[in-house]
T-cell receptor, first 116, second 113 residues
């Protein structure tokens, strides 16, 4: 088995601040994802990375940057935090090799962001 | 593009009653279908997946049948427990170069004792 670790667990920022969230996985998975979860809106894909040094924009990439420093880690930066923003950011990974029809995603516990 | 539509929540039930969460999907490809469950304070985790049409997936008393003709994958459980209270996500994946699963908006289930 493996695990996905997200740091920090809680993140409180100020309006306009640049904030970085980190994710580590020890599954040796190729593909990693960042999702934003807002109440009643499900999971929205921000960025994903098929392999080390690859970056792909999701549906909600504006206002975010991402970095896949190595196979096991994937960081997300909120470039300018919005006042009163509250959301949970979820990191996930999957085997992701082309044609892996059966590959599910494994999720971390999330980082809860509050912007004052 | 691909889409998944599921029962809008919250769904509130008493212990021992039956559950159905509807899930319909749209895609031009041949997907694998998933149900994920998310307990409070945790990330989603796989409940089960079904890669082939007309087959059934099951886990922890939950089950769903991949109905390609109706493009549906409804989640059912005969008798829910308070510990089933969670958010349930239906998802599809047509990986083979795509790498982008499509999730429904989630259905919150609250089970009262």
């Amino acid at each position: 088995g493996g695990i996905i670790t997200q740091t920090p667990k809680f993140l409180i920022g100020q309006e306009g601040q640049k904030l970085t969230l980190k994710c580590q996985q020890n599954f040796n998975h190729d593909t990693m994802y960042w999702y934003r979860q807002d109440s009643g809106k499900g999971l929205r894909l921000i960025y994903y990375s098929i392999t080390e040094n690859d970056l792909q924009k999701g549906d909600l990439s504006e206002g975010y940057d991402a970095s896949r420093e190595k196979k096991s880690s994937f960081s997300l930066t909120v470039t300018s935090a919005q006042k009163n923003e509250m959301a949970v950011f979820l990191c996930a990974s999957s085997i992701g090799t082309g044609g892996a029809r059966y590959a599910e995603q494994f999720f971390g516990p999330g980082t809860r962001l509050t912007v004052l | 593009g691909d889409s998944v539509t599921q029962t809008e929540g919250p769904v509130t039930l008493s212990e021992g009653t039956s559950l159905t969460v509807n899930c319909s999907y749209e895609t031009k490809q041949y997907p694998t279908l998933f149900w994920y469950v998310q307990y409070p304070g945790e990330g989603p985790q796989l409940l089960f997946k079904v890669p082939k049409a007309n087959e059934k997936g099951s886990n922890r008393g939950f089950e769903a049948t991949y109905n390609k003709e109706a493009t549906s994958f409804h989640l059912q459980k005969a008798s829910v427990q308070e510990s089933d209270s969670a958010v349930y996500y239906c998802a599809l994946d047509v990986s083979g170069g795509n790498y982008k699963p499509t999730f429904g908006k989630g259905t919150s289930l609250v089970v009262h004792p």
